[in-house]
């Protein structure tokens, strides 16, 4: 015969989440945007191994960036960086 109780597990559940670059706090990783809107960004790097059955994660580094610092802080920037020479190619 088994017994059981009632336990409670505890779940986290994403509350906020703030910008790295401007730090403003939005509700959402939707960035504040309506329930339909797509406001997707991402800047994240992960190296590890992916086997059949596990997956070990050895880096991960996460930055958390709105859309309009994504598009007016970011994306300036990685084009500055752009030179066009592709002589070392
Ligand atoms: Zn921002």
Known sequence: MRFYKEIQVKERS???????MCWKTFSSLNWG???YDIND???CMTTGKDYVDDIY???EIVFDICP???????VPFIKSKFTGDKSED
């Open 41 to 43: 960004t991402s800047v």
């Open 57 to 59: 994660i050895n880096e």
């Open 68 to 74: 309009t610092c994504f598009k007016n802080g970011l």
């Open 14 to 20: 994403l509350d906020s989440v703030r910008c790295d």
């Open 33 to 35: 945007g309506g329930a």
